[in-house]
């Protein structure tokens, strides 16, 4: 079954869109909150086709990317409470909890032991909104949680803004070719690595 590829050459279509642009940023800005499709798959087709520009399209997701962070967190601290029967009725209340309160232990030894968390959450292949709805019901304060966001986001674009120009046309034609395997990989280290953290919590 072929789930990645389909969704990564609808991304390719809306690259092509006269408002692309503005696609990318409510893409960039929904992925913070709740859509499971990063936009990368988006930013990568627009700096191919126009590589002069990349690093501004990476500028334009990023800061679509921190809008959407911001509201994830506010809808962390009060939407938590409408949704935790939801999450108790799948019997997966528990395990969400357990993962709150790694955060809430970094809150405890410093507001930048979080800042620390999070920009290594950052690095890893785990959605952005498991993080901003996190922070907002853990209650990280504001400046490190907008730095750690920003440090976590510009890398993952600023990072694949730069490979476009580097690899240009070889880089997008490999991404085409991989991106069900690549996928259906990312799927399987995010479930090892949230298995690993709720057995340790």
Do not use: C
């Not at 086709?49 to 990476?58: E, I």
């Amino acid at each position: 079954m072929k789930i990645f590829k389909p969704i990564y050459e609808k991304a390719l279509r809306w690259a092509q869109h006269k408002n692309a642009t503005w696609i990318l940023a409510g893409l960039s800005f929904i992925e913070a909150i709740f859509f499971p499709v990063m936009p990368e798959v988006m930013l990568a087709p627009m700096a191919l086709a126009r590589p002069k520009r990349a690093f501004f399209y990476a500028f334009v997701s990023l800061a679509g990317s921190m809008l959407g962070a911001v509201v994830g967190y506010w809808l962390g601290q009060h939407a938590w409470e409408l949704v935790k029967p939801l999450f108790a009725a799948m019997h997966m209340l528990d395990k969400i909890e357990g993962g709150i309160q790694t955060i809430q232990a970094k809150m405890v030894e410093s507001p930048w032991a979080v800042f620390w968390f999070l920009v290594a959450g950052g690095f890893m292949p785990i959605p952005m909104k498991v993080f901003t709805w996190a922070s907002g019901i853990v209650g990280v304060p504001w400046l490190q949680y907008l730095a750690a966001m920003a440090v976590g986001r510009a890398k993952r674009v600023l990072l694949l803004a730069l490979a476009i120009r580097l690899g240009g046309e070889r880089a997008e034609r490999l991404l085409h070719k991989w991106i069900e395997p690549v996928g259906w990989f990312v799927v399987v280290l995010v479930l090892i690595v949230i298995g690993y953290l709720f057995l340790r919590n």
